[in-house]
């Protein structure tokens, strides 16, 4: 069922960058809530209880974001943004708003650095003007290199092979791609993991562990993907094992949690080696 969609005027578009984003200047969310839907969500945690139970079922549409951004006073030349924090900017109803596209030029045209952080391969639409960015970085998220993993945890996600080709076509239009593996869910073949994402012509790559439980800054996830997980010997040593094996095909441009989402890393130019 599609989400039940909202439109409203939000107070501010940008948010100075804090926690894990400190290094940023600012994060910036198109909508509030995300019909991806993941099971694992952390960005749930922060809406009402009530919207956390049907979190996937609901987005809010800031509608007034592209002229709360052209309106800005404050200048954004070389100022780094991180879109988006808690809303994925390429989720289903992007299609049809087209509200995160509407807000490439502007940050182009006033010298913004940008990260996007996307599991969608609608980015790939936004091509030309992601060109016209001095800094930016296209993450791509590819958590699992298994289907049934990915349904299991991700049921409202792209498939996994979408993700991976949108992240070729993105490097191979230029522009700068991670790949985010984070949360990395339980993987079947750590190496062929690594063949698959090295393969996309990402220069950055990032890992993080999995956490089975709800915990304040990190989303839980529901029983039958903690059963999967179980199944498939999903621990601390199997991270690990698969992180190696991430090393041995990427080298050591494979970056661990929060060091991987750092703009000096995302953003350097020329790529690090
Ligand atoms: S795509 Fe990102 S923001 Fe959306 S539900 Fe999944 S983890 Fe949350």
Known sequence: MPPAIECYDAGQILTPGAGYLGDYDYSLNPYVGCAFGCSYCYAAFFATPERQA??????????????KLSRLRRSLAGKTIYMSSATDPYQPIERRLELTRSLLPILAEKGARLVVQTRSPLVVRDIDLLQRFDRVCVNLSVTTDSEAVRRAFEPRNPP??????????????????????????????????????????????????????????????????????????????????????????????VREGEAGFSPGYLLSSPAPP
């Open 54 to 67: 049907s979190w996937g079922d609901w987005v809010r549409v800031k509608r007034n974001a592209a002229l």
């Open 160 to 253: 996994i092979a979408d993700r991976l080709r949108a992240a070729s076509t993105v490097a191979a239009a230029g522009i700068p791609v991670a790949i985010t593996m984070t949360p990395l869910l339980p993987v079947e073949d750590p190496a062929e993991l690594a063949r698959l994402v090295g393969r996309t012509g990402a220069s950055r790559f990032v890992v993080e562990s999995f956490s089975p439980t709800a915990g304040r800054f990190r989303g839980g996830t529901g029983e039958p993907a903690r059963e999967l997980a179980r199944r498939m010997h999903w621990d601390g040593a199997a991270y690990e094992r698969t992180r190696q094996a991430l090393i041995r095909e990427l080298g050591p441009n």
